[in-house]
């Protein structure tokens, strides 16, 4: 089953069990399996991409937030898709303006059976514990500040509008995010790493590569928080060209080094701008 193109009919085991309290309310979770101790200091901010902000990117937020990172996620789709009853029926929302809640509802009302054994009202039930609901990458004002979204799970850190790294899950999705930032024209003149790590658009592979996006984020981090003990905070705050060129460069080594533990999760790297 591919969740977030929804290309074709459920057919998919149900994703790893969430805790009771995801299916509860859309309010943001508390502590819950998977949460790590906040160890403080700097921070690289994220933002994580997949076709419709569902599966993929959800699951990688889900994870960062939970080792207190700051992060941000998004789709490149037109609009969002989710498997529906058969392959010529998906369920079909608009990015920004339903949310997770609300397609919870929708589905468990239109066929409880089916959307619990193929793992979407799982899927959702996670999703409306992080934000709330799918956002679309093109239409995301970099730089401007994201207050509306102060209770979104990893939001802390991300209020000004910019990442440090975004994490693609595909590569088309990684090809957007590309075209999409050349066309922006580098506005702010800020260097951001876009990695996409290629993951099956399934609830199982999502699992894994939300785990493989967090060991590279670890790393990346790592990196960053030697970079700017040696330059100064100041400098290396200022997010320029300059203040993190000793950071960039190393950028592509961390990843050769991850792709040799992840090796079943191919990944491709380019310097972009903001």
């Known amino acids: 089953m591919e969740v977030d193109g929804a290309t074709e009919a459920p057919a998919a085991p149900p994703a790893p069990a969430i805790p009771s309290t995801a299916l509860a309310s859309a309010a943001p979770a508390p502590a819950t399996n998977g949460e790590r101790e906040d160890a403080g200091g700097f921070k690289l901010k994220f933002c994580t991409v997949c076709a419709?902000?569902?599966?993929?990117?959800?699951?990688?937020?889900?994870?960062?937030?939970?080792a207190h990172y700051p992060v941000i996620s998004f789709g490149t789709g037109s609009l969002v898709r989710l498997p529906g009853p058969s392959i010529t029926q998906p369920?079909?929302?608009?990015?920004?303006?339903?949310?997770?809640?609300?397609?919870?509802?929708?589905?468990?009302?239109?066929?409880?059976?089916?959307?619990?054994?193929?793992?979407?009202?799982?899927?959702l039930g996670r999703n409306r514990q992080v934000k709330w609901g799918p956002e679309r990458w093109q239409d995301w004002q970099i730089g401007i500040p994201r207050n509306e979204h102060a209770s979104d799970r990893g939001s802390q850190g991300t209020e000004g509008g910019v990442v440090d790294v975004v994490f693609t899950c595909e590569e088309r999705c990684w090809d957007a995010v590309i075209d999409d930032l050349l066309n922006r024209g580098s506005p702010l003149n800020r260097p951001?790493?876009?990695?996409?790590?290629?993951?099956?658009?399934?609830?199982?592979?999502?699992?894994?590569?939300?785990?493989?996006?967090?060991?590279?984020?670890?790393?990346?981090?790592?990196?960053?928080?030697?970079?700017?003990?040696a330059i100064?905070?100041?400098?290396?705050?200022?997010?320029?060209?300059?203040?993190?060129?000793?950071?960039?460069?190393?950028?592509?080594?961390?990843?050769?080094?991850?792709?040799?533990?992840?090796?079943?999760?191919?990944?491709?790297?380019?310097?972009?701008?903001f």
Do not use: C
Request: charged share 25%; aromatic share 8%.
């Open 91 to 123: 369920n079909v929302y608009q990015f920004n303006k339903v949310s997770y809640d609300a397609m919870y509802k929708e589905l468990h009302d239109k066929d409880t059976r089916l959307y619990t054994a193929n793992g979407l009202l799982n899927m």
């Open 192 to 229: 951001v790493h876009v990695i996409n790590v290629d993951i099956k658009d399934n609830h199982e592979e999502a699992s894994i590569g939300g785990r493989g996006i967090l060991d590279l984020a670890d790393s990346l981090n790592t990196a960053a928080k030697e970079e700017r003990e």
């Open 232 to 273: 100064g905070p100041a400098a290396f705050d200022m997010a320029s060209a300059a203040s993190r060129a000793s950071f960039d460069e190393r950028v592509p080594e961390i990843v050769g080094e991850w792709q040799e533990r992840w090796p079943n999760l191919p990944a491709t790297w380019t310097l972009a701008w």
């Open 52 to 66: 419709s902000n569902q599966n993929r990117s959800m699951e990688a937020h889900l994870r960062l937030s939970q």
